[in-house]
Nanobody, 123 residues
């Protein structure tokens, strides 16, 4: 059985940084595209960043501030978030997709989801 477990969320001031981690159990990472989504209160879940075969893609709202990376040996992906803004406040989810021939952008492309970790950016 596959599990994804996020960690690293918390409260940070505007302009600060956080690094989220997503540990996978059950060998999900081999051959999977991995993404970070987020969902703010009252809003739809939003695709933030994807890493597929070493290629990364980002939402326009986080380009230049967030970096997604993966360590397949540790079955872990990361989201380094810098220059955080109040509008980055959301629950962040990692997700795994077997789709690698194109960038998986739809939620139905993803087989596995973590439980989410809260990120709050506030002074």
């Amino acid at each position: 059985q596959v599990h994804l477990v996020e960690s690293g969320g918390g409260l940070v001031q505007p302009g600060g940084s956080l690094r989220l981690s997503c540990a996978g159990f059950g060998n999900i990472f081999s051959g999977y595209a991995m993404s970070w989504y987020r969902q703010a209160p009252g809003k739809q879940r939003e695709l933030v960043a994807t890493i597929t075969r070493g290629i990364t893609n980002y939402a326009e709202s986080v380009k230049g501030r967030f970096t997604i990376s993966r360590d397949n040996a540790k079955n872990t992906i990361y989201l380094q978030m810098n220059s955080l803004k109040p509008e980055d406040t959301a629950v962040y989810y990692c997700a795994g997709s077997p789709v690698t021939s194109y960038r998986p952008i739809f939620e139905h492309d993803y087989d596995y989801w973590g439980q989410g970790t809260q990120v709050t950016v506030s002074s």
